[in-house]
């Protein structure tokens, strides 16, 4: 069973940066469609951004767009999600997945990791 592993949350004052990383036990993520998600207290889990399997197309949340870079080693099979200018709305539990191709939010795997905390003070 894969497990997702996300890391790199904590605690930003508004408009600092933080970059998460997202790993894979018991499967590498070097061969998917892989997408950040998050889900506010509340709210609904969203998509926040994915990016194809070589890394050569992305795609973003508009809530997001200009402030958020999804990247990926294919090396170290990690999946990243650089954000700066954070905001206060950017407050939130941040996951990854697999999804099931290019062009969709839908995921490939139906259980989520623990995901990584990403808090911003204003």
């Known amino acids: 069973q894969v497990q997702m592993v996300e890391s790199g949350g904590g605690l930003v004052q508004a408009g600092g940066s933080l970059k998460l990383s997202c790993a894979a036990s018991g499967r590498t993520l070097s061969r998917y469609v892989m997408g950040w998600f998050r889900q506010a207290p509340g709210k609904e889990r969203e998509f926040v951004a994915g990016?194809?399997?070589?890394?050569?197309?992305?795609d973003y949340a508009d809530s997001v767009k200009g402030r958020f870079t999804i990247s990926r080693d294919n090396v170290k099979a990690t999946v990243y999600l650089q954000m700066v200018n954070l905001k206060a709305e950017d407050t939130a539990v941040y996951y990854c997945n697999a999804l099931v191709r290019w062009g969709t939010s839908k995921v490939l795997y139906d259980y989520w990791g623990q995901g990584t905390q990403v808090t911003v003070s204003s």
């Open positions: 990016i194809s399997w070589s890394g050569g197309n992305t």
